[in-house]
C-alpha cells in the first residue's frame, strides 16, 4: 500500500483555471513533503476510473485537483469498494468552479489545504449512498430536487462558461418556467408519504451548494445525519425577493421552509427527475438515501 497521495487534476475545471494553476500547487505540496502521484483527466466521468483503479492497486489518500465534479467522480471511484476494503482519505485542491464542501470548513482554498496536508490533519467524514431505478451513487454534498436542480439543468445547457454567476442567470431564467413538483418521500420509515407539492427537496451532508448558496445551515458532515430542507410553493416574486437568503442560511426560518435530520429518506417518484448531485445534473428515478457514517477521511 502506497502512502503517496494519488492526485487527479481535471485541466477543464474552473473553465481551465485548473489546468493552468494545479502544476504550481503540486510543486508546493512537494516542497512541504508531500509525496504525490498525478494524474489528470482528458474527459468526464474519468477520475471515477483512475481512482477506481488506484484503490486496486493500492493507493489509500487521494486528491482531487479540481471542483466539486472532480470530488465526486472521485467518491465514485472509491465507493462502495472502499466500504469493505479500508477508509480512504481524500484532500481538496480547490481549484474549480464551485468547491462547496471544503467550504463548511475554511474558506481560504489552496492555503487551507496545503497546511493540511503538511500537518496530516484529517477529520472523519460521512458519505451518502443514493440507491436509484438504475444502481448506486455516492456523494459528500447534497442531492436536489426540484427548483436548484431544473436550475442546474439549464444552468448547464445555456450558462455554465459563466462559473457561479452563470447560476444566478440560470435562477432568473427558470423563474419565468417556475413550476412546482411532488417528490414522494418519507423519513426514517415514517408511516406517512409527503406527497405534497414543493419548490425544492433537498438532502444535504454539508452545507454549501454552487460556492457560496448555503442551502443546509445545520448540515454537519460528521454528524452521521442527512440534513433534510423542503420550500413549499411560492410565487416568482416572493421567491426573488427571498432569494438572496439562500446565501446567509437564514432562508430556513421562514415559515415556508422545513427541516429535519435523517439517517434515512425512501423515495417514491413515478418516473425520472432532474437530480442536481454535488453540482452534477443528472436524470433518475431515486429509490432512497441513507447516511454511511464516517466512512472518509477528509483533509481539513
Known amino acids: 500500500m502506497t502512502d503517496h497521495f494519488y492526485a487527479i487534476i481535471n485541466p477543464a475545471a474552473g473553465g481551465g483555471r485548473c489546468g493552468k494553476l494545479a502544476p504550481a500547487a503540486i510543486d508546493r505540496l512537494r516542497q512541504n513533503g508531500v509525496g504525490v502521484e498525478v494524474v489528470r483527466t482528458s474527459q468526464s466521468g474519468e477520475a471515477t476510473r483512475l481512482a477506481r483503479d488506484a484503490y486496486t492497486r493500492g493507493f489509500r489518500k487521494f486528491l482531487a485537483v479540481g471542483g466539486d465534479g472532480t470530488a465526486f467522480e472521485i467518491i465514485n471511484g472509491l465507493f462502495p469498494e472502499a466500504l469493505s476494503g479500508g477508509r480512504p482519505v481524500l484532500g481538496f485542491l480547490p481549484l474549480g468552479t464551485g468547491n462547496s464542501f471544503l467550504r463548511d470548513f475554511t474558506t481560504r482554498g489552496v492555503e487551507h489545504t496545503i497546511e493540511a496536508l503538511r500537518d496530516g490533519a484529517r477529520r472523519p467524514c460521512d458519505v451518502i449512498r443514493l440507491r436509484h431505478s438504475d444502481g448506486e451513487i455516492y456523494f459528500m454534498n447534497l442531492l436536489s430536487l426540484g427548483f436548484p436542480a431544473d436550475v442546474g439543468a439549464l444552468t448547464n445547457r445555456r450558462f455554465k462558461r459563466w462559473g457561479e454567476f452563470g447560476y444566478i442567470l440560470g435562477v432568473l431564467a427558470q423563474l419565468v418556467r417556475l413550476h412546482h413538483s411532488a417528490f414522494a418521500h418519507r423519513l426514517d420509515g415514517g408511516i406517512e408519504w409527503d406527497r405534497r407539492e414543493c419548490l425544492f427537496l433537498t438532502f444535504s451532508n454539508s452545507k454549501f451548494t454552487g460556492g457560496k448558496m448555503m442551502i443546509a445551515p445545520r448540515a454537519d458532515a460528521t454528524d452521521a445525519k442527512i440534513e433534510y430542507v423542503r420550500w413549499s410553493p411560492i410565487g416568482r416574486l416572493r421567491l426573488l425577493w427571498l432569494f438572496p437568503r439562500l446565501f446567509s442560511g437564514t432562508h430556513i426560518e ?25 453540482g452534477e445534473i443528472l436524470t433518475l428515478r431515486c429509490r432512497s438515501v441513507e447516511i454511511l457514517p464516517a466512512v472518509l477521511d477528509a483533509v481539513v
Do not use: C, K, Y
Open 254 to 278: 421562514h415559515r415556508l421552509a422545513s427541516r429535519a435530520a435523517a439517517e434515512r429518506v425512501e423515495l417514491d417518484l413515478a418516473g425520472p427527475v432532474n437530480a442536481m448531485i454535488d
